[in-house]
């Protein structure tokens, strides 16, 4: 007869045994984007990974159907299994309910697409200069630099053409930083894009501002850890530079004559420390 277990038993068990390890016995694959532990959530169908999961706490939690369980009620529904059974696999996974505290094995990161992200942004920067959508939005908010706005590659998406010079493995890799949304459409359709680059001005991400009058999320990101910033060259042997919120906002100063600015809207902030940045950039 399995043993009946106690409160102290079940939370030694969950601590004993790897979220990770559980989700990949019952074939969910697991793999790292960024600082996070995703995988396609098992209780409803997608193609973007939208469960999130935390190692520390052992629990996850999906963002696209809401569900957040832990070691057993994941066994208990994915599996199938009723409480009893269900506490038995548990304790085979800690090893034959010894629980021991095992170091988790490092689930292997994903390799960044530097290369396609560089790709789009000259796609959207094109578009940018053969489409008038683009520029008319920028000019109704008194942005009307044309040499400025070049040079800082901004660019417009369509919502088409990325979809039309991808192949199917470029297509989940912007899904997977969110260039595209889960149904395989480009998320920034039908807005002004910037790129956002990390300390190395490598492109991580982008900042789209919708272009239409009504719509419901004007602001856009890539999904994520919203690293990156706007014109991060501003900090390249910079003594002081001026942080703005917004990327509107930076432009207006760029175009009054202000050389040093950068866009913090959005993002996660200046990502590096004092000594890469001159002595009044981090302050």
């Given at each position: 007869?399995?043993?009946?277990?106690?409160?102290?038993?079940?939370?030694?068990?969950?601590?004993?045994?790897?979220?990770?390890?559980?989700?990949?016995?019952?074939?969910?694959?697991?793999?790292?984007?960024?600082?996070?532990?995703?995988?396609?959530?098992?209780?409803?169908?997608?193609?973007?990974?939208?469960?999130?999961?935390?190692?520390?706490?052992?629990?996850?939690?999906?963002?696209?159907?809401?569900?957040?369980?832990?070691?057993?009620?994941?066994?208990?529904?994915?599996?199938?299994?009723?409480?009893?059974?269900?506490?038995?696999?548990?304790?085979?996974?800690?090893?034959?309910?010894?629980?021991?505290?095992?170091?988790?094995?490092?689930?292997p990161e994903e390799p960044f697409p530097y290369?396609?992200?560089?790709?789009?942004?000259?796609?959207?920067?094109?578009?940018?200069?053969?489409?008038?959508?683009?520029?008319?939005?920028?000019?109704?908010?008194?942005?009307?630099?044309?040499?400025?706005?070049?040079?800082?590659?901004?660019?417009?998406?369509?919502?088409?053409?990325?979809?039309?010079?991808?192949?199917?493995?470029?297509?989940?890799?912007?899904?997977?930083?969110?260039?595209?949304?889960?149904?395989?459409?480009?998320?920034?359709?039908?807005?002004?894009?910037?790129?956002?680059?990390?300390?190395?001005?490598?492109?991580?991400?982008?900042?789209?501002?919708?272009?239409?009058?009504?719509?419901?999320?004007?602001?856009?990101?890539?999904?994520?850890?919203?690293?990156?910033?706007?014109?991060?060259?501003?900090?390249?042997?910079?003594?002081?530079?001026?942080?703005?919120?917004?990327?509107?906002?930076?432009?207006?100063?760029?175009?009054?004559?202000?050389?040093?600015?950068?866009?913090?809207?959005?993002?996660?902030?200046?990502?590096?420390?004092?000594?890469?940045?001159?002595?009044?950039?981090?302050?």
């Amino acid at each position: 007869m399995t043993p009946t277990p106690d409160r102290q038993e079940i939370d030694d068990l969950k601590a004993c045994v790897d979220l990770v390890t559980l989700f990949e016995a019952c074939g969910v694959a697991v793999r790292k984007m960024g600082r996070s532990l995703k995988a396609l959530c098992p209780y409803h169908a997608e193609t973007t990974p939208s469960m999130s999961i935390d190692r520390k706490k052992g629990v996850y939690h999906c963002f696209g159907c809401g569900k957040s369980v832990d070691h057993l009620t994941f066994l208990q529904e994915h599996g199938k299994l009723p409480f009893p059974e269900a506490v038995a696999e548990l304790r085979q996974l800690a090893g034959g309910h010894q629980v021991e505290l095992a170091p988790a094995e490092p689930v292997p990161e994903e390799p960044f697409p530097y290369e396609l992200m560089v790709r789009v942004a000259e796609v959207w920067h094109q578009a940018f200069c053969e489409r008038s959508e683009g520029l008319a939005y920028l000019e109704s908010r008194g942005i009307t630099d044309k040499g400025l706005l070049r040079s800082l590659q901004v660019g417009y998406c369509d919502g088409e053409k990325l979809l039309a010079i991808t192949n199917a493995a470029e297509r989940s890799l912007l899904q997977r930083v969110g260039i595209l949304n889960g149904e395989g459409k480009e998320f920034f359709a039908r807005s002004v894009v910037f790129p956002l680059k990390d300390k190395s001005s490598r492109v991580v991400g982008f900042y789209g501002r919708s272009t239409l009058p009504k719509s419901k999320v004007p602001h856009r990101f890539c999904a994520g850890s919203k690293a990156g910033l706007f014109y991060v060259e501003a900090a390249r042997g910079a003594s002081q530079v001026v942080l703005v919120e917004g990327v509107v906002d930076a432009l207006a100063l760029m175009q009054a004559g202000f050389s040093q600015v950068m866009a913090l809207g959005g993002t996660q902030g200046i990502p590096w420390t004092r000594p890469q940045c001159g002595p009044d950039v981090c302050d």
